[in-house]
């Protein structure tokens, strides 16, 4: 019996796909999973059951991952479940920056009380005017699960879209409409876009991609989007560049103290994956990875281990977690000879300095287990029958 902690608040709809091999439990050093949604991990010291963390939700800032890896305990996210949240709240933040609806809502509560409000209404709806997004070039840099439906639905929306991603999945190039223009670099979509939403990770190469440098390249009254990390944004830069009216709104779902003191910001409080939808779909996602994993060894989306489909277990399967450095699985498969168990089926794949190796056996004893388990580099090894 496997048993399983939630740290944050989770959704039924998910865990109820636990099967009839997981209870859960109060005691976190008592899990052998754990599911999270935003509380911090840093600090936390794992019990030596924990084999599993599953973040229900894309971002894993919260969980400590090089030291999860180096205890061998794989961690999940839900990449995609919560996309189509994500995905109707940029549309929202286009259309609330291209009509001044915001300014509007608030006016209107400032005559709520007057007489002849009709009368008011109709004479000052003028200095909320907007625009239409219809016809305008939208620029989408990064085209993983949230970028395609963004840039996917301006194109129903009858917009021109351009779309940047160097990295972009096969699944995803499929998914993408034949009618986004897809650009080399990030340069171009800065230089001719009307609306500019960015959906990228936060890594060296993409912080403050929106500073001083890069607005000074975009078009007078341009629109910029964020909602995908808060420090992809520079918010000194983007506040002179607001003031200036070199930007006409900025729209982000991550207030802080500076953006959300800004003139001619839209700050959302980082409601973008907020749904009931969505929590719903990051829990079954989160609660699947960790079921495969914990009854059948396979990982599907892990941040800090490698992608391994071995199916069902048959028999016997040993799953190593171990470093990914030289003459590893020279080392297994002696182990295996001198202790006279034989190999039915055996996968390796690495991820940075992490390995796993999922081996399938017609039997398994107490002594193998022990011989893999004093191999340098090895982390964890589980069998699972």
């Known amino acids: 019996m496997y048993k399983y902690n939630c740290l944050n608040k989770i959704s039924k709809v998910g865990t109820q796909n636990f099967t009839e091999n997981f209870e859960a439990c109060e005691n976190i050093d008592d899990a052998d999973a754990i599911l999270v949604r935003s509380a911090t991990m840093h600090e936390m010291q794992f ?27 794989v961690v999940f996210n839900t990449p995609g479940a919560n996309a189509n949240g994500v995905k109707e709240l940029v549309i929202a933040g286009m259309l609330l920056a291209a009509r001044d609806v915001t300014g509007g809502i608030d006016w209107v509560k400032t005559i709520k009380d007057e007489p002849e409000v009709a009368k008011m209404v109709e004479k000052g709806k003028s200095n909320y005017a907007g625009t239409e997004i219809q016809g305008k070039k939208l620029g989408v840099i990064g085209l993983g699960a949230i970028g395609v439906l963004v840039a996917n639905a301006a194109v129903g929306l009858g917009m021109e879209v351009y779309g940047c991603d160097p990295y972009i999945s096969v699944e995803n190039a499929w998914k993408l409409s034949r009618s986004v223009k897809a650009v080399k670099t990030r340069e171009e979509i800065f230089k001719k876009c009307d609306y500019i939403t960015v959906h ?28 995908a990390r808060d420090l992809l944004v520079n918010d000194d830069d983007m506040a002179a560049a607001l003031a200036a009216g070199k930007v006409k709104k ?136």
Do not use: W
Request: net charge negative.
């Open 47 to 73: 019990g030596k059951n924990v084999k599993a963390i599953a973040r229900a939700g894309a971002g894993v800032n919260n969980i400590p991952l090089d030291r999860c890896a180096e205890e061998g305990i």
């Open 200 to 227: 990228v990770p936060l890594i060296d190469d993409t912080k403050n991609m929106i500073n001083a440098e890069t607005l000074k390249m975009m078009k007078n009254g341009v629109v910029v989007l964020n909602f």
């Open 250 to 385: 900025y729209v982000t779902d991550f207030p802080n103290a500076k953006s959300a003191k800004m003139a001619g910001t839209i700050a959302i409080p980082h409601l973008g994956a907020s749904t009931e939808e969505s929590e719903d779909n990051c829990a079954i996602m989160a609660v699947k990875e960790l079921v495969d994993y914990l009854e059948n060894g396979n990982i599907t989306n892990s941040v800090n281990y490698p992608a391994v489909d071995a199916g069902a277990v048959k028999g016997a399967r040993i799953c190593i977690l171990h470093k990914n450095i030289p003459n590893m699985l020279a080392q297994f498969t002696t182990a295996f000879a001198a202790d006279d168990v034989n190999i039915e089926n055996m996968i390796n794949k690495s991820k940075g300095d992490s390995a796993y190796t999922v081996i399938d056996v017609n039997d398994v004893n107490d002594k193998i287990i022990d011989d893999l388990k004093a191999i340098e580099g090895i982390r964890a090894v589980r069998v699972i029958k």
